[in-house]
Antibody
Framework: EVQLVESGGGLVQPGGSLRLSCAAS????????MHWVRQAPGKGLVWVSR????????NYADSVKGRFTMSRDNARNTLYLHINSLRVDDTAVYSC??????????????WGQGTMVTVSS | QSVLTQPPSASGTPGQRVTISCSGS????????VNWYQQLPGTAPKLLIY???QRPSGVPDRFSGSKSGTSASLAISGLQSEDEADYYC???????????FGGGTKVTVL
């Protein structure tokens, strides 16, 4: 079964750090662009970042640039999101998603269920 | 505030046709294809339409997408109760060098 499973979320104080993980299974992980998308409680989807198949290229939303770092370990079929200098408005469910081969950069065909990050003092 | 603009809500009775618009600009929809997602309550988003009008395997042909200029639309024909969900458009933005989502449209089946 093609699957993405996130972990690493939790309650963090403002200014803190977290590392989110996304374990991929059931497909050739190293062949796909991967993305992180977040959704604050009761709000819409917001794209966070993307990484190419070999990890050499990353892009970030302006709101997280300089604070978030996306990486991947293709040998472990795992995606990461290192989050620093957390702010209250980073509170959201963070989901990883797989890019569709041959489609635009905003097409994601497999999504994880997400991991909740709560930033509060 | 989303750069891709969607109406916050839409509704219809069973069997009706509902259309959701997504308005962007030359740097996003005007230059790149649009994708649509359906998010049922408490679940992960599901790719509904990609490349403006293509349906992934398993998506009913009641769902259709189109794009013209800097706008796109999603149509749901033969509305069913299970179509109650939030719908999001998405497109790459060449100026921002990132993906933009619309603010989402909540579809209610009356």
């Amino acid at each position: 079964e093609v699957q993405l499973v996130e972990s690493g979320g939790g309650l963090v104080q403002p200014g803190g750090s977290l590392r989110l993980s996304c374990a991929a299974s059931g497909f050739s992980f190293s062949s796909y662009w991967m993305h992180w998308v977040r959704q604050a409680p009761g709000k819409g989807l917001v794209w966070v970042s993307r990484i190419n198949s070999d990890g050499s290229t990353t892009n970030y939303a302006d709101s997280v640039k300089g604070r978030f770092t996306m990486s991947r370990d293709n040998a472990r079929n795992t995606l990461y999101l290192h989050i620093n200098s957390l702010r209250v408005d980073d509170t959201a469910v963070y989901s990883c998603a797989r890019g569709v081969v041959g489609a635009s950069a905003s097409a994601f065909d497999i999504w994880g269920q997400g991991t909740m990050v709560t930033v509060s003092s | 505030q989303s750069v891709l603009t969607q109406p916050p809500s839409a509704s219809g009775t069973p069997g009706q046709r509902v259309t959701i618009s997504c308005s962007g600009s030359s740097s996003n929809i005007g230059r790149n294809t649009v994708n649509w997602y359906q998010q049922l309550p408490g679940t992960a988003p599901k790719l509904l339409i990609y490349s403006n009008s293509q349906r992934p395997s398993g998506v009913p042909d009641r769902f259709s997408g189109s794009k013209s200029g800097t706008s796109a639309s999603l149509a749901i024909s033969g509305l069913q109760s299970e179509d109650e969900a939030d719908y999001y458009c998405a497109a790459w933005d060449d100026s921002l060098n990132g993906v933009l989502f619309g603010g989402g449209t909540k579809v209610t089946v009356l």
